[in-house]
Nanobody
């Protein structure tokens, strides 16, 4: 069973940066398409970014393009989300998720989830 654990969240001022990590165990991460999602207070969980098995293709929601970068290190079984130029509207619980093989930005297509890490951006 694939298990995911996020880390790296915290409180940061607007304009600052954070790097989230998602460490996998139980199975080889290189067999999974990985995504980052977030759930702002009082809102539904939404797609943020995704990365293909080899890392050659990345996908982003429009609101984070140019500010966030998703990457992966399959040798370390870890996926990252580098977040720069953070805004108060980026405040949310951030989750990493995994699904076999193919790209999707729908949270319903991901079968494995971490417990989430809180990111709070103050203005």
């Amino acid at each position: 069973q694939l298990q995911l654990v996020e880390s790296g969240g915290g409180l940061v001022q607007a304009g600052g940066s954070l790097r989230l990590s998602c460490a996998a165990s139980g199975r080889t991460l290189s067999n999974y398409f990985m995504g980052w999602f977030r759930q702002p207070p009082g809102k539904e969980r939404e797609f943020v970014a995704a990365i293909s098995l080899s890392g050659g293709n990345t996908y982003y929601t429009d609101s984070v393009k140019g500010r966030f970068t998703i990457s992966r290190d399959n040798a370390k079984n870890t996926v990252y989300l580098q977040m720069n130029s953070l805004k108060p509207e980026d405040t949310a619980i951030y989750y990493c998720a995994a699904r076999p093989l193919w790209y999707s930005k729908s949270r319903h297509d991901y079968g494995y989830w971490g417990q989430g890490t809180q990111v709070t951006v103050s203005s």
